[in-house]
């Protein structure tokens, strides 16, 4: 591959990233309900296609999951979110958890496979 064109690629994916952050901050603005605004955030990771799914999932003050949103994996994601609820974090939720910064997991299939 030629520089100039990984530099346009490179250049496309920072305009996507762009895009989806001020899609992000509208729904910030405009939501009236952490509901909506999770699964608002939600939608606006995948509208532009920088993201194929997306999830967040809300703690209570116990650390145990108690709200969620997703978008791009429908029904697939209910697995999951039991999971969670009864289970609790993955090892790799953890270590995310115990962390004050934002943890990046390269390959999540082979990292994250509990």
Do not use: H
Request: proline share 4%; aromatic share 6%; hydrophobic share 40%.
């Amino acid at each position: 591959m030629t520089e100039g064109k990984q530099i346009g690629e490179r250049l496309q994916r920072l305009n996507l990233i762009l895009r989806t952050l001020r899609d992000v901050d509208q729904v910030i603005l405009a939501a009236k309900n952490r509901d909506r605004l999770i699964k608002g955030v939600c939608n606006s990771l995948i509208k532009t296609r920088g993201y194929y799914n997306a999830w967040i999932a809300l703690l209570d003050g116990s650390g145990r999951f108690k709200i969620f949103a997703e978008a791009g994996l429908g029904k697939a994601f209910l697995p999951l979110a039991e999971k969670l609820e009864r289970d609790g974090p993955s090892k790799c939720g953890r270590q995310a958890l115990a962390q004050p910064n934002a943890v990046v997991i390269n390959d999540p299939a082979s990292s994250c496979n509990d």
